[in-house]
């Protein structure tokens, strides 16, 4: 699956069933997690059957309003961006240029219309 030595850049990220980024790629990517996290989260999910996201939070590597801002601010709008755009491996721009367009954008009080996105984190 991974390898320690490779880097977010040059790790295949995993994608769903539908094709759409895995939570897991998000904190990748963003820096929060390391490959043999994923590692150690993904063998856990399968022996618990609890949900990715618990099992990092539950280990203590996430906090739980992390996952929950990323979600809302960074992988629901680019989910529906992607949608409209009928993409739905990878995203258009980088994620490093996506999470600081969001967060300004957040910081700055931009509204956008809270839509409800459909996204799997297993």
Partial sequence: ??????TATQTHLPTSRL?????GAY???AGLI???QIQVAAYDQQVTGKRF?????DRGWIKQQTI?????HVINPE???????????QPVEPFEQVYARRKQ???NGANHPEEEVPWTVD
């Fill in 19 to 23: 094709g759409r980024k895995r939570l």
């Fill in 53 to 57: 996201s618990e099992v990092i939070v």
């Fill in 68 to 72: 929950d801002f990323l979600i809302k």
């Fill in 79 to 89: 989910q529906r961006g992607m949608r409209s755009a009928g993409v739905f491996a």
């Fill in 1 to 6: 699956m991974y390898n320690s030595t490779n």
């Fill in 27 to 29: 904190l990748l990517e």
């Fill in 34 to 36: 390391t490959p043999a």
């Fill in 105 to 107: 954008e957040v910081l």
